[in-house]
């Protein structure tokens, strides 16, 4: 994988009309408990509602004529299938998305909203890679996979340029880990624009695959995740993890009352709604499992679409994974 | 009242260090419903998560050294309280806050954050003047009227102008109104800046005072304001209702239900915490009190500053006002 500072800036010129220039929010008084400054890179405020936008538009614009022409499909747990579709639609050409049955609510209506074609199938990484295999041998689609393409992570280090764009002199800069296409992107990025910067990724110790994968020898697979944070439920690409091994500095887990926490403090303290994912990289900083004392802090906040109509996490009495 | 641009200007230059500009987020899958653009100015992400913080800082920052020294006074029902204890620790001075009993638990949570001192009385409005005035006497503090003061309606005519900074196309601009220190200078603002524009003030129908007085001959005071916007229920101040005469090109009311279903489209679409108050002026678009279609429509959102514990409006089965 080549993923280089070059390849996030082609990406951030082709994706300028087509996202959001998120909006950088500061701590306030939520510095106080950690000792440091708090940035948050608001991409649950982009289009779509999450930084997938950034990705998704990459990879849809960077398609030839006659390759756009076929459609793109992908699979995905929610907001990179929304972010596809969407991004598929500027362009007007179909998309066909894969999502498992058990999809958060708002990503299924999103995706509709964009007016992506949709394919349900069973959770499993198994199950969803066999649908969209089928899918992609019907209609001749472009695979545009959530993270395991260079295009995807390309968009999504677009992000992080940002963020340092506006605040240059970041000590550390957080992101969750799902498949690792953010954190690769950043971890690319911040390492070229800010060498003196470290770059943590944040995992739900519920779904902790990225965290032994980097700090083993071989890549784990996540069969069982148990978390609150849908969007943190797959296993880390393969690319993702060899990127991740080269420019991240660490991976750390936070528990799933640390995110439910995490989660109340942002939406009442920031005012932004921010999904369990999204939540995961403060409740590291929560829990002190990333040092924030006298540093300059980043977090990407990575989404916020949520099922608003059921209980909020932290006025249920058991914490559902 | 003299209340001009100048003065406007003024306080922006004022107020810039304790204060955030704050976003401007664009309305998204929201334009459609309306047939308009709809830019909506973050104002619940401001310092203490209300507008109030740009009228108080102007308020306390305007005071001479000796003056200052004695301390500031003032009744709110929460978010005003909020920021006049937030400016006065700004300067290092004492705030002595009346706040009814009922207020909302953030908000009394936030002048406790901010040091204020507290004191509590019944919720009406002569209660709240008596109290204020008892303490003003005991204490020689200087009172900063909520909305009744030319230093704080020109600090809430800032977030007009940096409105239209970034968007100077604008065809109409909303604010919610309570006091009228935020529709006071905003349509100063306004008028002076882009003459074209129409400035409509929106009141929830169950406190309709300042739109009975704005289409009659009288100022009706709001003696049993019955809605969930708790930061619209007192009666609109002599001198605002005056300005708004002069500026202000409508008053136009809203259902409880349009503000909750407001309220809910908020947070999903633009994924930012709202409290009900601040859902008033999109709750005018949505039940068509505003005309919108083919319409630059820029929204003031007043404020976030919300109970995350209880359930969320829409999700209880009898809206309680």
Known sequence: MTLDLAAI???????????????????????????????????????????????AANAVFSLSAADAARGVATHSSGNHAAALARAAQLRGIPAHIVMPRNAARPKVRLVEAYGGRLTFCDSTQEARERT?????????????????????????????????EDLPDLDVVLCPVGGGGLLAGTAVAVRALRPAARVIGTEPAGADDAARSFHGTTRVP????????????????????????????????????????????????LRVVVEPSAAVPYAA????????????????????????DAPLPWTRTQPSP
Do not use: Y
């Open 222 to 269: 996540m069969t069982d995740p148990r978390t609150i944070a849908d969007g943190l439920r797959t296993t880390i690409g393969e690319p993702n993890l060899a990127l991740a091994r080269r420019h991240v500095d660490d991976l750390v887990t936070v528990s799933e009352a640390g995110i439910i926490a995490a989660m109340r403090l942002l939406w009442e303290t």
């Open 285 to 308: 900083v929560l829990e002190g499992r990333v040092a924030a004392a006298g540093r300059r802090v980043g977090i990407i906040l990575s989404g916020g679409n949520m099922d608003l």
């Open 9 to 55: 800036r082609d990406a951030h010129e082709r994706i300028r009309p087509h996202v959001t220039r998120t909006p950088v929010l500061a701590g306030g008084s939520l510095d106080a408990a950690c000792g440091g400054r708090l940035f948050f890179k608001c991409d649950n405020l982009q289009q779509g509602g999450a930084f997938k936008a950034r990705g």
């Open 132 to 164: 969209c295999a089928a899918l992609l041998a019907e209609t001749g689609a472009n695979l545009v996979h959530p993270f395991e393409d260079e295009r995807v992570m390309a968009g999504q280090g677009t992000a992080a340029v940002e963020f340092l």
